[in-house]
């Protein structure tokens, strides 16, 4: 019987179970849409499906997980999920053990399981230190050194998002996430009906992927929030630089799907936001992964459980 590695993601939103060998390449994949009506309780009979799939054909070695929330990777017990009801303090990796004959079980938030699968298996390949950025509907980090998770004394680190970007208390998250920059779009399209960026929008969210061509129309309104929301992530990422001074910084999740431009930007941004010392500031990058980030950075945790 094969044996294989296991990765898992439990998102807010999707739900992926993959195999892979012993260079954490993914060799089979099975997707679930998250039902949060059914709760954590839904999600683990969805997990515990997939995984007696996988063991009816192949030999489960060990599984990685990356879980869309704060985790206590020592007892393997989820803190809590902020999308999806009955997670509080839920022993994961002992129910994992039991529905996969005991294999070891490594779980870590899925920031920095992200962050692992783009340092050693995507856009950070060859640099050190590595920090990665995720853009969604939140914020979240991840630092690899060394290739492997930075950990802080307690139970997160690397939580960007909640760097504040003044007195009042105003974070990177409310900011710059990309719900945050969809409702200012939104906002600016509601204001100005006639705006390149309102003749593109056709309901309400995603507003962030018309961006990139409404700028490119001439939407001054459009510009200026890319140039705010480019500036506030410069901002935050700056302290990561004066701290950590990492060789590579990587933009993922939905609001890095506006590609090049805000690339660009944040890098450029970020130059002018350093000390003199430090310039131009650390390579800048677009995640390569995509919705592969999480399941191969959970077959790396795989890879490394025991």
């Known amino acids: 019987m094969e044996a294989v590695l296991v990765g898992i993601e439990i998102g807010g939103t999707k739900i992926q179970v993959v195999t892979g060998d012993g260079d954490a390449s993914i060799t089979g994949r099975q997707r679930f849409a998250t039902c949060p009506v059914a709760g954590a309780e839904g999600i683990r009979e969805q997990l515990a499906a997939a995984l ?7 030999k489960i070695t060990a599984i990685g997980v990356g879980f869309g929330g704060p985790v206590d990777r020592e007892t393997g017990r989820i803190c809590r999920s902020h999308q999806v009801a009955g997670w509080d303090d839920f022993p994961l990796r002992d129910w994992l053990r039991e529905q996969a004959a005991g294999v070891p079980v490594a779980i870590e938030n899925d920031g920095n399981t992200a962050g692992l699968g783009e340092a050693l298996a995507g856009a950070g390949q060859g640099q050190n230190p590595v920090f990665y950025i995720t ?14 998770i930075y950990h802080g004394h307690s139970l997160t680190e690397a939580e960007i998002g909640h760097v504040r970007l003044g007195p009042a208390g105003e974070t990177l998250e409310s900011r710059c996430s990309g719900w945050a920059v969809d409702r200012r779009l939104r906002e600016h399209a509601a204001a ?8 593109r929008l056709d309901g309400e969210g995603g507003e962030a992927c018309h961006l990139a061509k409404a700028m490119a129309d001439g939407d001054a309104g ?18 990561v630089v004066h701290l950590v001074n990492p060789a590579a910084i990587i933009l993922g999740g939905g609001l890095s ?10 890098e450029a941004a970020l130059g002018r936001a350093v000390m003199d010392v430090l310039k131009p500031g650390p390579s800048v990058r ?5 919705e592969d980030a ?13």
């Open 135 to 148: 853009l969604g509907s939140g914020i979240g980090g991840g630092l690899v050194i060394d290739g492997k």
């Open 222 to 239: 459009a510009k200026a929030i890319f140039d705010e929301t480019c500036a506030g992530l410069a901002l935050g990422l700056s302290h």
């Open 286 to 290: 677009l995640a390569k992964l995509g």
């Open 52 to 58: 007696a799939n996988i063991s009816g054909n192949q």
């Open 192 to 199: 100005n009906p006639d705006s390149p960026l309102a003749k």
């Open 257 to 266: 799907l506006i590609g090049e431009p805000l690339r660009a930007g944040v």
């Open 294 to 306: 999480v399941p191969v950075g959970a077959l790396l945790l795989a890879l490394n459980a025991g």
